[in-house]
């Protein structure tokens, strides 16, 4: 089980939270983008066999939404991958 | 020809202490050059590569495994054959592959050791009874089997079913019963696709990791590479389960997959007390009872990706609760072993069988309950790469539908939360 820190309530335990999926780049307006573009906003998401950056909600606890970055492989939760340049 | 297996056969070698039967298949020279190379030894690579001999005559052919033939899911998965799905472009694919399963002894002369149990799903909300009499309809037009059960009659048919009462936070509304669904033996399904391969001059080469895939300077595919060396086919298969980014990648092709670690668990033996396949899509758990006597128990994936081949506590304890509040009596049981592996799964939880961007390179992926789709899946992979064209029973599930938006939003798991 993660013990996931939250920045209100500091380490908890994963049953207390909820996965929200991977982080993905903010919606760009498809009025302005080729379809190609759009389609893979809309479709893809990074997939790596490493860390990925995800969301997780607070649910049993304050409510809050955060970010963390968990290696896919060991499920560890790893520093983002440019932590301390 | 390979050897026929018969009762004839299996007395005249067991005079011979069994010493003298041929291996079911051979462990050839790697060529440096083939007609199609598949990559992955699981189920659709298998199937593929037997379809491709068997139907289109493409005998030239290698699969490639990094580990040991039918190692990877086709020996992690639950068996569960089913094709009670939810769209008009799935039922039909899956009830093909149905009935090809309950052919396949007969076909590859090789004991899968078919088992037409049929599977009850348990219904504990109002929404779920709602999905399920939707799919009733779309199943009755396609010749798939679904029919209402009352309480009273599931639990005639499934005593061990003792929770769900009036009293529980999810009583038990109802069920709906599968006629067809089906377990089988896994390892005789890779057994028998790697005896009929090799007897038709097909070749499967274990531990033969590919590590790169090869582009050609006109674009389209030219081979791949591996720790043995760099086959080369103007034709490449990607049939990995959970691995396929990671593969596309070293051309650095995209696709719409996230690559999730599925698991189950399984009980000591107990005499016989299901009969049938329960899945509890409300509670989030599906169990079955093999031949041997273990309860085989499945729950939901770790959340988000994941490449563990092992179960999260977490995970462990919410399956096991989910399971006690409808079969309480087993919480006396010990368990003995848990597992999980590798799939990939596209935003519509539908597969993606296609030609990629790169001509000659096709991949089959997205199977997040694919052990039931091998034989069809097979049969339209290799129909795809032999003429060309997509077979009927796939086309909806091609790559375009994802620059098109026309997505096949399925279900994923048994457990379809
Ligand atoms: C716990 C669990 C329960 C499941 N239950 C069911 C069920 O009840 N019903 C159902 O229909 N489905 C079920 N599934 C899903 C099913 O197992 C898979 O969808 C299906 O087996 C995937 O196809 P495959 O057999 O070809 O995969 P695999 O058997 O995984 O074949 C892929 C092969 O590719 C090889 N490979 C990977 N990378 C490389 C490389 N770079 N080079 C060479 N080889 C490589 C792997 O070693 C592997 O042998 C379940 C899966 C799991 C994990
Ligand atoms: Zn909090």
């Known amino acids: 089980m993660l013990l996931i820190t939250c920045p209100f309530c500091g380490p908890r335990n994963e049953s207390e939270f909820v996965y929200g999926g991977p982080v993905k780049p903010p919606r760009p307006d498809p009025a302005t983008r080729d379809d190609a573009e759009w389609t893979e906003w809309l479709t893809h998401v990074p997939n790596p066999v490493g860390p990925v950056e995800e969301q997780w909600w607070h649910a049993r606890g304050c409510g809050t939404w955060l970010t963390i970055w968990r290696d896919t492989r060991s499920h560890d939760i790893v520093g983002a991958p440019h932590d301390g340049g | 020809m390979p050897q026929r297996y018969s009762l004839v056969s299996l007395l005249r070698h067991g005079l011979n202490r069994h010493t003298t039967w041929a291996p079911a298949w051979r462990s050839p020279q790697l060529k440096d050059r083939y007609d199609v190379i598949v990559i992955g030894a699981g189920g659709h690579g298998l199937a593929t590569a037997y379809y491709l001999a068997k139907e289109h005559g493409v005998t030239n052919i290698a699969v490639l495994e990094r580990g040991w033939l039918g190692g990877g899911n086709i020996a992690r998965n639950t068996i569960t054959i089913r094709s009670n799905y939810m769209r008009d472009a799935s039922i039909p694919f899956y009830v093909k592959s149905v009935a090809l399963y309950e052919a396949m002894t007969r076909e590859l002369d090789f004991n899968t050791m078919h088992s037409k149990r049929g599977m009850i799903d348990v219904i504990q909300t109002w929404g779920m009874m709602r999905d399920r009499r939707r799919r009733q309809h779309i199943m009755d037009i396609h010749g798939a089997t679904y029919e209402q059960l009352s309480v009273a009659e599931l639990r005639h048919r499934v005593p061990a079913l003792t ?9 038990v509304l109802g069920a709906f019963v599968h006629t067809d669904a089906a377990v089988n033996r896994h390892d005789a399904v890779a057994w028998a696709y790697a005896r009929a391969i090799d007897a038709m001059g097909g070749a499967i080469h274990q531990q033969t990791p590919v590590t790169q895939l090869l582009r050609g300077r006109d674009g389209r595919i030219e081979g791949v590479e591996t720790p043995r060396g760099t086959v080369r086919a103007p034709k490449v298969v990607i049939a990995v389960s959970g691995h396929t980014t990671s593969l596309t990648e070293t051309l650095g092709l995209k696709l719409p997959l996230r690559s999730m670690n599925l698991t189950a668990f399984v009980s000591e033996p107990v005499r016989p007390l299901i009969d049938v396949i329960i899945n509890c899509p409300d509670a989030g758990v599906y169990l ?23 179960i999260k506590q977490g995970v462990f304890e919410e399956t096991v609760a989910s399971m006690l509040s409808l079969f309480p009596a087993f919480k006396r049981l010990k368990l003995l072993r848990q597992w999980g592996g590798h799939l990939d799964i596209a935003p519509d939880a539908s597969p993606i069988q296609d030609e990629t961007e790169v001509p000659g390179l096709f991949v089959t992926a997205g199977w997040w309950g694919g052990y039931k789709a091998i034989p069809a899946g097979g049969l339209t992979l290799a129909h795809l790469v032999a003429t060309g064209r997509p077979h009927p029973l796939m086309e909806p599930f091609s790559l375009r539908r994802f620059r098109h938006l026309d997505y096949q939003m399925e279900t994923g798991t048994t457990t379809a939360r």
């Open chain 2, 288 to 310: 079955s009872q093999t031949d041997k006597g273990e309860l085989v128990i499945g729950g939901p994936p770790d959340p988000g990706q994941s490449y563990r081949r092992d």
């Open chain 2, 163 to 171: 929770g769900g009462g009036p009293e529980a936070r999810l009583p």
